[in-house]
Nanobody, 124 residues
Framework: QVQLVESGGGLVQPGGSLRLSCSASGFEFGSYAIGWFRQAPGKEQEGVSCVRPNGENTLYLDSAKGRFTVSRDNAANTVYLQMSSLAPDDTGVYYC?????????????????WGQGTRITVSS
């Protein structure tokens, strides 16, 4: 069955960096776009980024531009989210999800399978 498993979260100090991984299985990974979303405490889920099968990617969060980079390794069935200059506002649970197509979309409803999430806490 389709599975998406996030890893790489944890506690990091402001200004620090983390790399999240999303390991996928159970489907033809190279045919689907993969998105990253996050949900901060008390806030709605928001789109962070998305990467198409060919590596073309989009950052949806204005606050992430210049700090976050999304990439994928189709041979390893894995998508990465490299995050730097992390701030307390980046705290939350980060999810990866499979887009039900090979093009990206910003909204959660466009994604059909989700991982369980990995928690990031940015705090000193």
């Amino acid at each position: 069955q389709v599975q998406l498993v996030e890893s790489g979260g944890g506690l990091v100090q402001p200004g620090g960096s983390l790399r999240l991984s999303c390991s996928a299985s159970g489907f033809e990974f190279g045919s689907y776009a993969i998105g990253w979303f996050r949900q901060a405490p008390g806030k709605e889920q928001e789109g962070v980024s998305c990467v198409r099968p060919n590596g073309e990617n989009t950052l949806y969060l204005d606050s992430a531009k210049g700090r976050f980079t999304v990439s994928r390794d189709n041979a390893a069935n894995t998508v990465y989210l490299q995050m730097s200059s992390l701030a307390p506002d980046d705290t939350g649970v980060y999810y990866c999800a499979r887009r039900s197509a090979n093009i990206c979309a910003r909204f959660p409803g466009a994604y059909d399978y989700w991982g369980q999430g990995t928690r990031i806490t940015v705090s000193s």
